[in-house]
């Protein structure tokens, strides 16, 4: 391992320079990682890369999950909830069941018990790659809050589909009153699990004295945490993070300070920034392990069998994204729901065609043991590997690389937002001033006729509706401007609950006030 480490380190710089010019290209970064190790992986020399599903499951996974559910609209995944739900367990049910279908009837040795393994480990879509290509071109909010919901919870679905079908093929048996228990246990279990510690974690950062650094350990700690009870417990680790994650999230104000959130923010992105660029340099760079186990089959048989597979999932997911909307549509006459126009054939066409596959099929893929119990080698280990990389491959290049193009080609209305993101952030702005001013006005009238800095203050608030940027600050005033930077955060949550504002730009107001408050504390 040590001797590899001057490889370990040059991958990391090719990864820092790929993403630049994936940045530079306008092409999302995971597409060219993926080529990038598939190249570096058969040129000859190159350290072997084996990759240890314990590896993505307990040291990536965990923290992946965790950023994302931090950056997840709690408001905008309720609205949703009916049609992400359908996403993230149905239709990766009924995609599993498609997969299993048509594996056993084409694929020569494949049971339905190898077929529903195959389907729970391909069925997910991957999160970080659609948001990689969502950061290049402009989408509904809607559409992009139902697939950052649906990648949050789809990799739990999955991943239990796997587990079952994984007992099924090592027993020969499946007793659906047992799964059903399980899975239920497995759900509830995994929610349950995550609030818990996720509640011991908001207690911790309250009761004892912590620092920054201190927070930031602990922000650091919590995801592994969750995920490593919820696992031992045999319930979902990944429901675990994602609850646990949303809990603390929605809590952040009331646990921790400005700095931490600050900093934290800095060292969360860092992080998951260097583990989404290796774990897709990794996906290209297992290619030659995988090629070189297939034994009894072709590689060209191979090649189509997986050519195969990524045509199910392709198209079951359009027709599962059709099939939704009907049934929304249809369900509108008897229950509330989120939306009551049709969205056309454009909308579900764009849902269905982000359906990218990434590091999580291949961590489900390579954690299929090598033997049974008994100590026979696994039935179509090698082949369900192979096939899990093509479908990863195709998806991550057809579909990664086209939806760009239909995302600018159909240019989808935004219903929920008429102001672009700016025009909303400069809106919000001039009411904060108004309630401040207005807070100001009814709080410190005495302190406003006598201080000289609160009058500028206010003339800032009334004029422009600007922040004042003084660079000091009085002592005396301090508390009161304090004060009113707090009010402000319960106004922009008040807002943000009432209202059908982008919650993205709730988020900058509140890192502006973060960096505000800063300024204060450390300048004045």
Request: aromatic fraction near 12%.
């Amino acid at each position: 391992m040590l001797h590899n480490f001057p490889f370990y380190l040059s991958i990391i710089l090719v990864i820092v320079l790929l993403i630049m010019l994936a940045n530079k290209i306008r092409v999302a970064y995971p597409i060219l990682l993926v080529l990038a190790g598939l190249v570096i992986g058969f040129v000859p020399g190159v350290p072997h890369v084996q990759i240890d599903p314990e590896l993505i499951f307990v040291i990536f996974l965990p923290p992946l999950l965790y950023e994302a559910a931090w950056a997840t609209s709690w408001k905008e995944l309720w609205r949703w909830r009916r049609l992400i739900g359908s996403f993230a367990f149905v239709i990766v049910f009924l995609t599993a069941f498609a997969v299993a279908l048509i594996s056993n009837w084409f694929i020569p040795g494949f049971t339905l018990a190898l077929g529903f393994l195959l389907g729970g480990i391909v069925s997910p879509p991957d999160a970080v790659s659609a948001g990689a290509i969502l950061k290049f071109v402009k989408v509904p909010k809607r559409m992009a809050s139902i697939l950052e919901g649906e990648s949050l919870l789809n990799d739990a679905s999955s991943l239990i589909v796997f587990r079952f079908a994984l007992v099924a093929v090592g027993t020969g048996q499946f007793i659906l009153q047992q799964a059903a228990l399980s899975f239920v246990w497995m759900v509830a279990g995994g929610i349950g699990t995550g609030l818990l510690i996720a509640y011991a974690f908001f207690k911790s950062h309250k009761l004892l004295p912590t620092d920054v650094n201190m927070d930031i350990v602990l922000t650091l700690v919590a995801p592994y945490m969750m995920y490593i009870v919820a696992e031992e417990a045999n319930c979902s680790g990944v429901l675990s993070v994602v609850s646990g994650g949303l809990f603390l999230a929605r809590r952040s104000h009331l646990f921790l300070s400005s700095s931490s959130r600050l900093r934290a923010v800095n060292v969360w992105e860092a992080l998951c920034f260097i583990l989404n660029g290796l774990v897709f340099m990794m996906i290209g760079l297992a290619l030659p392990e995988i090629v070189s186990g297939l034994e009894g089959v072709s590689l060209l048989t191979a090649i189509g069998y997986g050519i195969l597979i990524t045509a199910v999932l392709v198209v079951g997911r359009l027709i599962s994204a059709y099939g939704a909307v009907i049934v929304t549509m249809i369900a509108k006459n008897f229950i509330t729901v989120a939306e009551t126009r049709s969205p056309g054939i454009k909308g579900p066409f764009l849902l269905g065609w982000a359906g990218m596959r990434g590091v999580v099929s291949l961590a489900a893929a390579l954690s299929i043991p090598p033997y049974l119990a008994d100590g026979t080698p696994f039935p179509q280990r090698n082949v369900i590997l192979f096939i899990t990389f093509v479908v990863i491959l195709l998806t991550l290049v057809v579909q990664g690389l086209t939806l760009p193009y239909f995302i600018r080609k159909f240019n989808l209305p935004d219903y929920d937002h008429h102001l672009t993101e700016d025009e909303e952030y400069h809106i919000l702005q001039e009411k904060l001033a108004k309630e401040s001013l207005k807070h100001l006005q009814t709080h410190f009238a005495e302190e406003l006729e006598t201080k000289p800095f609160l009058k500028h203050l206010a003339t800032r608030w009334d004029d422009d509706h600007s922040e004042p940027q003084d660079k000091l600050f009085p002592e005396d005033y301090k508390t009161i401007y304090l004060d009113i930077l707090n009010r402000q955060r319960q106004w922009l949550r008040v807002w943000n609950k009432d209202h059908s504002i982008n919650e993205d730009v709730i988020r900058k107001h509140l890192h502006r006030l973060d960096l505000e408050e800063e300024k204060i504390l450390y300048l004045g």
